[in-house]
């Protein structure tokens, strides 16, 4: 009766665990919902964009004057860039779900590194598509050398997904690593679908293709700014590619939030300034809980997640830290089933919950009641 697709997908895991949480009690590091307030100068920007041109249609494409100010961006880092091959988005993940919808056939196949977000198999079954899994592997801090696609099947192989930095692990993918799958895409003719959504939460310095010819990138303000709720992103890209994707979001997605369009082009100018400071509230998130909680971790590279391994079965560990401690984890086995002794731990509550959700998962541990 219903779409077939849809048999077996089930509710996100991680949206489930956040259903659970009913009560302000808990304190929530299952998603990545970045709590930083904005500066002063992005609140003056916010109260004066309740204007006539904020609170209506916008373009489908976009803000014009935010996507001229995206280009200038973006145009420093890839050549072939125009303005019309930019697309705001209502956040990043639609921007992900347009893009292979416009993409994929029934049967085409999408390779996905495992670990990664949860979300894009999901995302590429409903569409018809079917998964195809590149295994990383912790004894390399979930980083790849040319090995991991020797033995990929590449019939009917569509696209990549690549997200860096990567959600759950913090693994920043190199220059190296970038140049190695493009090649490999190339020589393949598959299409890449970059996902930068935790780009400023890097490490190391961010890195890109060559050129965008069969590759889409990704962005989203959402994170960044600590503004997840309003639903704000981009994707730049193939000029065919976008041109298609366009076409899929003028019937879904209409076009993104006008009103949070305005304010990321009232406050341009001073998005760097932002991005630092936030940057730096979540180094040193991430220092705090990797030095001080007792478990051990994979090493640190980016993004707003800590991954740390567990003594026992994930979803025992989280049922009974929700249930005995108040504090919200999401299970390693929502990203694979070979990830049961694992848990992502979610930096974007304030230092003071950070601080009170470490010492009540330390306890959790000594105490080792798991019922």
């Known amino acids: 009766m219903y ?3 849809l048999e077996n997908i089930e509710i996100s895991k991680i949206a489930a665990i956040t259903n659970k949480v009913i009560d302000g009690k808990t304190i929530r590091l299952e998603v990545g919902d970045v709590n930083i307030i904005p500066s002063d100068e992005v609140l003056v920007h916010l109260k ?24 200038n961006k973006e145009k420093k880092n890839y050549q072939d860039l125009t303005e019309v091959d930019i697309y705001i988005t ?22 996905v590194f495992n670990p990664t977000w949860s979300h894009f198999k999901d995302m590429i079954s409903i569409l018809g598509g079917k998964v195809v899994f590149a295994e990383l592997e912790e004894k390399n801090n979930y980083h790849f050398d040319e090995s991991l696609f020797q033995n990929i099947d590449v019939s009917n192989l569509k696209a990549v997904i690549l997200a860096n930095p990567n959600n759950p692990t913090g693994t920043v993918f190199s220059q190296q690593e970038l140049n190695i799958l493009h090649t490999w895409c190339k ?19 961010p890195c890109g293709f060559s050129s965008l010819e069969n590759i889409v990138v990704s962005k989203s303000y959402s994170k960044s700014l600590g503004l997840s709720g309003m639903r704000l992103g981009y994707i730049f890209g193939d000029k065919k590619w976008v041109e298609k994707i366009k076409i899929c979001g003028l019937y879904s997605m209409m076009f993104a939030n006008s009103f949070a369009q305005q304010l990321i082009s009232d406050s341009f ?39 740390a391994k567990i003594p026992v079965n ?39 919950n950070l601080r009170e959700a470490v010492d009540r998962i330390n306890i959790h541990i000594k105490e080792g009641n798991y019922e």
């Open 3 to 5: 779409n077939k697709r």
């Open 48 to 71: 004066n964009c309740a204007t006539s041109e904020g609170l209506h249609y916008s373009k489908s494409q976009g803000n014009q004057s935010l996507i001229k100010k995206i280009f």
């Open 90 to 111: 209502a956040g990043g993940s639609i921007g992900i779900f347009l893009a292979l919808q416009s993409l994929l056939n029934p049967d085409d196949k999408v390779l």
């Open 187 to 205: 020589r393949n003719n598959i299409f890449i679908i970059y996902d930068q959504e935790y780009e400023i939460y890097s490490l190391s310095q």
């Open 269 to 307: 100018d001073i998005l760097d300034c932002e991005f630092e400071r936030n940057k730096k509230i979540i180094f040193e998130r991430a220092e705090f809980v990797i030095q001080n909680l007792e478990l051990p971790t994979n090493k640190y590279e980016g993004g707003v997640y800590v991954w």
């Open 314 to 352: 994930d979803i025992l560990f989280c049922e009974s830290l929700l249930k005995n401690k108040q504090v919200s984890v999401v299970p390693g086995s929502v990203f694979g089933g070979k990830f049961k002794n694992y848990i992502r731990i979610s930096l974007g509550e304030t230092m003071e």
